[in-house]
């Protein structure tokens, strides 16, 4: 072997730097961020009149929704138009399982993994397909998912399914209101810890780095379709999740769950807040559901007014209300701290 | 180990049209190959075929110690050594420098391979925690060869490195290439239009022009012969 340059001078050796091997065993963001989440919520829940607390349970569990769609749009840049198909299968599901014998948990896991399986099996169908091809088989799909709703008896066509029980966790009743609410929200909070944590590792980064390019990431050895595969997997498993949820709140399972246009709404819920952040999905979902519901819910013109604030929101701030808040955290370093670590 | 790295009868087109042909290609590790050619002359192109791009349609053979990697997707290319440092240079913008890094490493490679590599590229070791977008060029290209090492390839192929950098950056660079075949015990091809880069860290030389290798050889033999200089990489009136 030769070197024909001059290799200069050896440098002494030096211990490996943490920032990378150990960053992220100390990484407690997933730990304290959902917890501050579910507190201030459930602060606003107990302190708000009690005609909020349906608004903001449904908030909570979009939002959890909308955090799964991130993963695809925001952590790689994978894009669907059918996300709704997801949270409506799970949704289902809970309903079609229907039983007051089971601890209420096993409901949200066993929506997860049909959403799950379905969500393996369409990314397998689409694994040549990439950007608006993909996002076009995702919307058959789910448009094939919400006829055959009307189209298989067993699903109760346009009326849905009713009659869905709360039931209980480990003894621990949750038909209440109150008592669903912090079942509910400690279901999500640690759900999006977990998926925090997920989004801190090696795995979210590779996700990054193919959505950034997919050909470069390829390059490196990361195996672009299969990191693909396992973020559409785990979307479609939370969305479902979420879905159940819904099904337990309101005990009642309708077509609209898995409507092309509540995929929409999940899009707008999303850049609302803000794609490319974490938490972005789950802030703009709670704002859509507090502005269509609590703030313009009973006005004639809401859908409009509605209309209007998001279209500002895309023309101003298309990085939604977390791009905002970056903004002006430039401006204002006390905002600063709001925006340390990675983006989604 | 000895290992080598070989490309037999390669020929490669962009649909139809055709970039490269018949190219024969022999890389040991702990060497150094330099290909040189002017703008167009197939040098991109016979990197993306040996780490089979799919843009690429390709015909022949690319093989290491026999096994082929013909039919294998990309990340299987790099999975069996083969880095690849295209010549964009882009690094993943909104990771950090770390998280470049980490998400190369592959399984079984050394734990002390992150450090071996900041040796190797001092320049890196400064630039863990930031984001890539905050990188200069010369940083960036100090990044992107950083991020193949730490995979521990056998082969590195490097993709005009020194495009768009200040001579000084340049020099740096050179050295810091020029430590890696011994460093890392692997092979490195670089593919350049700089001339003097090229003949300065190169073990062999190859000229490429219009798809087709004209001229291999010593990089000695190429700097004595300004008549070849001239025909095969100058520009303008010959």
Redesign the interface.
């Known amino acids: 072997?030769?070197?024909?340059?001059?290799?200069?001078t050896?440098?002494p050796?030096?211990?490996?730097?943490k920032?990378?091997?150990g960053?992220r065993a100390w990484d407690v963001r997933p730990l304290y961020e959902p917890a501050i989440f579910a507190v201030v919520l459930s602060i606003g829940y107990f302190v708000l009149p009690s005609s909020w607390q349906y608004t903001l349970t449904i908030g909570v569990i979009y939002s959890l929704l909308a955090t799964s769609l991130g993963i695809l749009f925001g952590w790689t840049g994978t894009y669907t138009f059918g996300h709704a198909a997801f949270f409506g299968m799970g949704a289902y599901a809970t309903a079609l399982l229907r039983t007051e014998s089971w601890n209420a948990l096993l409901f949200l896991g066993l929506s997860a993994v049909v959403a799950a399986i379905a969500a393996v099996v369409i990314g397998l169908l689409g694994g040549r397909l990439v950007k608006v091809e993909f996002a076009m088989l995702t919307m058959i799909v789910g448009q094939i998912a919400y006829l055959l709703t009307f189209k298989i008896g067993p699903l109760g066509g346009d009326n849905g399914l009713v009659g869905i029980t709360r039931g209980s966790v480990f003894g621990f009743d949750v038909t209440s209101n109150n008592s669903f609410w912090i079942y509910t929200i400690v279901v999500i909070a640690v759900v999006m810890g977990i998926l925090r944590r997920i989004n801190l590792s090696?795995f979210g980064?590779?996700l990054?780095?193919i959505r950034?390019?997919p050909?470069?990431?390829?390059?490196?050895?990361?195996?672009?379709k299969g990191l693909r595969l396992a973020a559409f997997t785990l979307s479609g498993a939370v969305a479902g999740l979420a879905g159940a949820l819904f099904a337990q709140q309101g005990g009642i399972v309708t077509p609209d769950t898995l409507s092309f246009t509540f995929s929409g709404q999940i899009i707008i819920m999303a850049l609302l807040g803000g794609m490319?952040r974490f938490w972005g999905p789950a802030i703009g979902a709670l704002i859509f559901q507090l502005l269509s519901t609590a703030v313009f819910g009973n006005s004639s013109n809401g859908t409009l007014y509605l209309g209007v604030i998001l279209l500002v929101v895309v023309l101003v701030f298309p990085k939604g209300v977390l791009g905002l808040l970056e903004r002006l955290s430039n401006r204002f370093p006390v905002l600063g701290r709001l925006r340390r670590g990675?983006?989604a | 180990m000895t290992s080598t790295l070989t490309v037999t009868g390669l020929s490669a087109s962009y649909g139809l049209a055709s970039a490269l042909k018949s190219i024969d290609l022999r890389v040991e590790k702990?060497?150094?190959v330099g290909l040189l050619g002017r703008n167009g002359a197939g040098k991109t192109t016979l990197l993306k075929s040996i780490?089979a791009?799919p843009e690429i349609t390709v015909r022949g053979d690319v093989a290491i110690d026999g096994r082929s990697l013909r039919k294998l997707?990309?990340?299987k290319v790099?999975?069996l050594g083969v880095?690849?440092v295209?010549d964009t240079r882009?690094i993943?913008?909104?990771?950090?420098v770390?998280?470049n890094?980490?998400?190369?490493r592959?399984r079984g490679v050394a734990?002390?391979q992150?450090?071996r590599v900041?040796?190797a590229v001092?320049l890196v070791?400064g630039l863990?925690?930031r984001?890539g977008y905050e990188l200069s060029g010369g940083e960036q290209q100090a990044v992107t060869i950083a991020?193949?090492l730490m995979?521990a390839p056998d082969f590195l192929l490097l993709d005009e490195p020194t495009e768009g950098l200040s001579p000084l950056i340049v020099e740096q660079l050179?050295?810091s290439i020029?430590?890696l075949?011994?460093i890392f015990d692997l092979g490195v091809v670089v593919a350049e239009q700089n001339f003097r880069f090229v003949t300065?860290?190169?073990?062999e030389v190859h000229v490429l022009e219009t798809g087709e290798m004209v001229w291999s050889g010593t990089?000695e033999l190429l700097v004595s012969d300004p008549d070849l200089v001239d025909r095969h990489l100058s520009v303008g009136e010959k």
Do not use: H
């Open positions: 072997m030769t070197t024909k340059t001059a290799p200069g050896v440098l050796r030096r211990p490996a730097p920032a990378l091997v960053r090696s980064a590779s990054n780095a950034d390019d050909v470069k990431a390829a390059s490196i050895g990361l195996p672009v490319y990675r983006k | 702990g060497r150094c780490v791009d997707a990309t990340y790099a999975r880095a690849w295209p882009r993943f913008t909104r990771l950090t770390a998280e890094l980490d998400i190369a592959r734990s002390d992150l450090e900041l040796e001092p070791r863990l925690k984001a991020r193949a995979s050179q050295a020029a430590r075949p011994e300065d860290l190169a073990d990089p």
